[in-house]
């Protein structure tokens, strides 16, 4: 049986200290985008939902989400705005 040892916490830390942050500019920047995000129909509020079928791009450090509209249900992608799924707006 293999006999695992962790490492000191602040080792840990003042290691990741010297290291370049590739996840949390663009995982600010996706955040971003989602909060003053709207639906194009409708205008009602929109959740992320990953993008299953493609959840990771070579070019970005976060996952892929799409937007899904919690007013008529429609699915989109904020980037392009491209519609994957028309909803019924009311
Ligand atoms: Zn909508």
Redesign the pocket.
């Known amino acids: 049986m293999t006999k695992i040892t962790e490492m000191d916490p602040g080792e840990v830390f003042s290691i990741l200290d010297d290291t370049d942050d590739l996840v949390g500019r663009e995982y600010e920047e996706e955040r971003k985008l989602f909060d003053n995000l709207s639906?194009p129909?409708?205008?009602?509020s929109v959740v992320a939902s990953l993008d299953a079928s493609n959840p990771f791009s070579e070019s970005r450090n976060v996952p892929n989400y799409f937007a899904d509209?919690l007013?008529?249900?429609?699915r989109f992608d904020p980037r392009t705005g491209r519609f994957l799924k028309m909803?019924n707006?009311r």
């Open positions: 639906c129909r409708c205008g009602s509209c007013g008529c249900g429609c909803g707006p």
